[in-house]
């Protein structure tokens, strides 16, 4: 049986039980399990089990989730350096799970928070009329509905749109 020279490199794997290179243990969802570590030079497509044709948004993939995924094992042997490489396929998202950033979302973070009214002033005296808006701060006097946008008040003269000030 042929050896690998012992300058070849091969994939990052390890015990899950075990510890990570930096010394520090791995998570509870690696243990009794090998960890790999993978990567392409392409995006791999993102898809759910229960729709196959249809890449996942971006907001919808994160570390934590569960997912079946395509590797492929190759040799290679580039200017001197030889080993094993892992590539990144296909991800098939099965389920969510809980995220691994320890990041909380907006809605855990702000949960009973929400106003009743559509409209969000933003207490500046100096300038009436001047409410959040989904595109940031604007001095544009009106009011924001999730469900239809942002609705500019009706005009009642000459507003510097800048400022909210009458010109």
Partial sequence: ?????PSAQIPSN???????PSGEA????????????ASSKQQPMVVHISNTKVQLAETDIYSGMYARVTVNFFPYDNSGSRGVGCGLGNVMKIRDGEPLSGRANAESDFAGLETPTAT?????PAMPGFVATPMGNSAMPGTYNP?????PAASTGNINPITGLPM
């Fill in 14 to 20: 390890y015990d899950g039980d075990g510890v990570r």
């Fill in 120 to 124: 969000m002033p933003m207490g500046n």
């Fill in 1 to 5: 049986m042929e050896r690998l020279p």
């Fill in 26 to 37: 791995f998570g509870a969802e690696c243990k009794g399990h090998w960890v790999v570590t």
């Fill in 147 to 151: 469900a239809q946008g942002f609705a």
